[in-house]
């Protein structure tokens, strides 16, 4: 059975930083793109961040470029989101998903695996 756990969450400063990361079992890794997605208090469900396959190519939401930053380890089976400079709306539960297709997309729908998520609480 597929797995991906998530790790590195927890409650920080605004302006700190928080490191994200994700193993996935049970899968090719390699064949996957990864995105992270978040779920803010009574929001649904945002696209974040992802990478592809190859690790060449990512994607951000407007409100995390250039303070987030996602990279992977297709030996070790991880994808990181190193996020900087957080702000209070960055609060959410953060997900890791992976994408059969290997582009990385923001589209929920394109995702088959997920973890379980990662609480991320920015105080003010």
């Known amino acids: 059975q597929v797995q991906l756990v998530e790790s590195g969450g927890g409650l920080v400063q605004a302006g700190g930083s928080l490191r994200l990361s994700c193993t996935a079992s049970?899968?090719?890794?390699?064949?996957?793109?990864m995105g992270w997605f978040r779920r803010a208090p009574g929001k649904e469900r945002r696209f974040v961040a992802a990478?592809?396959?190859?690790?060449?190519?990512?994607y951000y939401a407007d409100s995390v470029k250039g303070r987030f930053t996602i990279s992977r380890d297709n030996a070790k089976n991880t994808v990181t989101l190193q996020m900087d400079r957080l702000k209070p709306e960055d609060t959410a539960v953060y997900y890791c998903?992976?994408?059969?297709?290997?582009?990385?997309?923001?589209?929920?729908?394109?995702?088959?695996?997920w973890g379980q998520g990662t609480q991320v609480t920015v105080s003010s």
């Open positions: 998903a992976a994408d059969p297709s290997g582009i990385g997309i923001s589209s929920i729908g394109a995702y088959d695996y």
């Open positions: 049970k899968l090719t890794f390699r064949d996957y793109a």
């Open positions: 990478i592809t396959w190859s690790g060449s190519s990512r």
